[in-house]
């Protein structure tokens, strides 16, 4: 290998342990992006469904009847609150946008979740 070739590649190696370091640096975590989602994420309605997506992954999935429209929402993925155990289908939710708090309405019972995604940016 001519020396021209041996310098080459040794600063080829070090952009590329840069380039890695900067994007490693900057990337969020899936947590951390799932909880900006809910962030995000707003709805008033009526559980229709309850389950896990098998189609995806298992996700955790409600879908939600807003004034006749069907939603599908994928919120409690990576949520650490307990909240999914607690939905049935004839619940009312509401989750409002800038918010991790999801409140349930059963008969007479009112339950309040504040979303939790271990998030530690």
Avoid: P, W
Wanted: charged content about 25%; glycine content about 4%; proline content about 0%.
């Amino acid at each position: 290998m001519t020396s021209k070739a041996f310098y080459f590649a040794i600063v080829a190696f070090f952009v590329l342990i840069i380039v890695i370091v900067l994007v490693i640096e900057n990337s969020r975590s899936a947590q951390c992006l799932r909880q900006d989602d809910a962030l995000n994420e707003s709805f008033v309605g009526i559980i229709d469904k309850v389950y896990l997506d098998s189609n995806h992954h298992n996700f955790e999935t409600i879908e939600i009847n807003e004034s006749g429209k069907l939603y599908k929402s994928y919120i409690l993925l990576f949520d650490k609150s307990g909240c999914f155990s607690h939905l049935r289908k004839g619940d009312s939710v509401v989750k409002i946008s800038k918010s991790l708090d999801l409140e349930i309405f059963r008969n007479d019972v009112q339950l309040r979740f504040k979303l939790d995604y271990d998030c530690n940016e």
